[in-house]
């Protein structure tokens, strides 16, 4: 099936993303959303993609939710909209793969969101991120009140929305919003370096461990530290566990089948 704003590839283990709206800068459109919300499904049916790579073409990462669509939005409509994203950036966030995202430029409003929703972020040394909604008279809409300070801080969260200040790469690595800074020339290798490095481990306990995360994030310690030995158990019934901890007593390569 063939996307208008989305490239979707195949490499070896991985799937490779890229919003393709380069003329507005990438911005979300509904039909670009529904494209995301389509793709994560063909990611997720396949079971020979491991890990994932979300990133924009040109020179914006994805410069935020399309303004031209929202300008005119009544109540309900906004209210709709925001529905949809939060509904595909949270297919993204609870997909049973790692999700990396190469931020190659502009993350803004809802390009800092979809960043969020990925599991690991990765940033050009070019990349800006912010959450500039407040100066356009909305919210974040798409996971920023809730993503921003679950990763930064609350008090950070809210200087940043409150302000809507565009920041550089470098100060989104100090406050903790992405994981490595790199040259713009090395960020698809970088990426793809990292997914393979995750693609090589034990694939279903790649997936338990995002599981185990993200709910444990959630809730409080009791439950997250029971809900980790329910997945540890799990661990135990796959052929993988055998053969990882097998192929490290007999000093060998490990062979993972994703079973
Ligand atoms: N929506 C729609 N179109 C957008 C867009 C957006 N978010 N961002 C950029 N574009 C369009 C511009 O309108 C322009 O189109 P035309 O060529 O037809 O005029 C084109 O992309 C190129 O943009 P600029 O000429 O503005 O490029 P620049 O390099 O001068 O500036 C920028 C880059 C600083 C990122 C600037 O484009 C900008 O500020 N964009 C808007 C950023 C923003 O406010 N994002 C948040 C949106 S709200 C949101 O995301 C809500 C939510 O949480 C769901």
Not at 57 to 65: D, E, L, S, Y
Not at 232 to 244: I, L, R, S, V
């Amino acid at each position: 099936m063939d996307f208008k704003n989305v490239i979707f590839e195949k490499e070896g283990k991985l799937a490779l993303i890229t919003i393709n709206r380069p003329k507005a800068l990438n911005a979300l459109n509904s039909e670009t959303l529904c494209e995301i919300d389509c793709v994560i499904d063909k990611v997720a049916e396949d079971d020979s993609i491991l890990a994932v790579i979300i990133t924009g073409a040109g020179k914006a990462f994805v410069a935020g939710a399309d303004i031209s669509e929202m300008r005119d939005l009544n109540a309900n409509g906004g209210r709709k909209f925001g529905i949809l994203g939060n509904k595909v950036f949270r297919k993204i966030e609870k997909l049973e793969k790692p999700v990396i995202a190469a931020v190659n430029g502009f993350a803004l409003g809802g390009g800092c969101e979809i960043s969020m929703a990925c599991d690991i972020r990765i940033a050009s040394s070019k990349a800006k991120f912010g959450q500039p909604e407040a100066g356009l008279g909305i919210t974040p809409g798409f996971g920023g009140t809730q993503r921003l300070p679950r990763l930064v801080g609350t008090g950070m969260a809210k200087e940043l929305i409150y302000t809507a200040k565009i920041i550089k790469a470098e100060e989104a690595f100090r406050i903790g919003l992405v994981n490595k800074v790199v040259e713009p020339e090395a960020l698809m290798d970088e990426a793809k370096a990292l997914a393979n490095t995750i693609a090589g481990n034990a694939p279903i306990a790649v997936k338990l461990c995002k599981e185990a995360i993200n709910r444990g994030v959630q809730t409080d310690i009791d439950t997250g530290a029971a809900y980790e030995s329910e997945v540890f158990g799990e661990c135990f019934a796959t052929e993988d566990q055998k053969e990882g901890m097998t192929a490290f007593l007999e000093k060998r390569d490990k062979s993972f089948k994703n079973k």
